[in-house]
């Protein structure tokens, strides 16, 4: 009980380090107005973010697998802190993405080392419980970071977003290195052993399934704040208070993902929940082209959060099911997948919008998750006599 609300604390970091990844999709248009870039160009900052966490968070990890753990989160949350200041004074496209790279870095390690440190001081039997919480504050960025990242970008510009990250990241640098315990790392496992799970051929189909699933939802994400006001026809007023709901339709689409899993099993729910998800964005091209009410597109809107979201604890379940020996390697590869497939939907949707058109960004991550679906299937195919067989020895 003593350890709880720290590991709360803990959550409220990944907080601020999840508000400052997703809030770029709820102020691109912004970004794209004040900067004289196209919205294009604006969405490749989120394509550097996730392919920058992606790529350097299992690297810096492991070169810092020994440093107390204590005294890696303050020093992560620094490198977080300093990106953040970074975007806030400094002017230009240029310089802001090179703030978003070192942004990404510190976000990384604070994520994963946040995490590490919850199931360590957590009581018996409460680790699970304990990741879950941290995992939570960084969903929970999606509910409450991006749609109140809107609300003071409207009021005060969307650059003073990030200082106001900065000063929260400062504050709890200083409250983190107070009250954490100190916790020693542990004994590194070379990236090379890692990556070599990829070799195992049910596992490389689990984590092809993060990347066409969660790819071709941040195909549309990355680029919802101009689709619903330039395609969709919403008014200014109304972003915020939608994105709130698409936020909160997320979370349960999550927990409901997590009771379906537990009830009817890995496939059914991955396969049933993706086919929402194509038929939800579906619904939605269709209703922005023949509809000029606002109200059936945010429930489609909606209906689409909770599809896609479904998924999220599925596959985390799936991906520990494949290797159960080895559950942290394969939720830190599926970590890492994540962040790639976001990156890539986010280049993908910006080729789209620049050669195509912005409203071309559902259909085309419909293509994404409907491939997504068929490497499910195939996964089945390898998986289920597998199953018979360890549920016949029991």
Do not use: C
Not at 66 to 91: C, D, Q, T, Y
Not at 226 to 233: F, R, S, T
């Amino acid at each position: 009980m003593f350890n709880t609300w720290k590991i709360y604390l803990l959550a409220l970091v990944t907080f601020l380090v999840g508000t400052s990844e997703y809030v770029i999709s709820g102020i691109l248009d912004k970004i794209s107005d004040s900067m004289g870039i196209s919205v294009t160009s604006a969405g490749q900052l989120v394509t550097i973010f996730s392919f920058v966490y992606a790529i350097g968070t299992p690297i810096l990890m492991a070169l810092t697998a020994k440093v107390e753990r204590h005294k890696l989160l303050v020093l992560a949350l620094g490198i977080f802190v300093i990106g953040n200041v970074l975007s806030f004074v400094l002017p230009g496209y240029a310089s802001f993405l090179a703030a978003r790279v070192i942004m990404a870095l510190g976000a990384g390690m604070v994520v994963v080392t946040a995490l590490d440190i919850a199931a360590k001081i957590a009581a018996p039997g409460k680790q699970a419980s304990a990741i879950a919480t941290v995992v939570m504050g960084f969903t929970a960025s999606l509910i409450i970071g991006v749609p109140l990242g809107r609300i003071v970008a409207a009021q005060l510009g969307w650059k003073a977003v990030f200082g106001i990250l900065a000063l929260a990241g400062l504050v709890a640098m200083f409250v983190l290195y107070a009250i954490i315990p100190r916790v020693q790392g542990d004994k590194p496992m070379p990236l090379s052993k890692q990556l070599a799970f990829l070799k195992n051929g049910n596992v490389a189909l689990g984590l092809a399934i993060t990347f066409f699933w969660l790819g071709g939802y941040s195909i549309a994400y990355t680029y919802i704040s101009p689709y619903l006001l330039d395609i969709a026809g919403l008014k200014e007023g109304m972003l915020s208070g939608v994105l709130l709901a698409f936020g909160i339709a997320s979370l349960l689409g999550s927990k409901f993902g997590g009771f379906s899993t537990d009830k009817w099993g890995v496939f059914p729910t991955l396969s049933g929940g993706m086919l929402l998800h194509v038929i939800a964005l579906l619904l939605l091209s269709l209703a922005v082209t023949y509809t000029h009410s606002w109200l059936p597109i945010v429930i489609l809107l909606i209906l689409w959060s909770f599809a896609a979201w479904t998924s999220g604890p599925t596959q985390q379940v799936n991906l520990v099911r494949i290797e159960p020996n080895y559950s942290g390697i394969m939720l830190s590869l599926n970590q890492s997948m994540m962040q790639l497939s976001m990156a890539a939907g986010a280049a993908i949707g910006g080729v789209m919008v620049g050669r195509v058109s912005l409203s071309s960004i559902t259909w085309v991550g419909m293509v994404g998750v409907a491939i997504a679906i068929v490497v499910v299937s195939f996964l089945k195919v390898r998986m289920v006599p597998a199953d018979k067989v360890e549920n016949a020895l029991r």
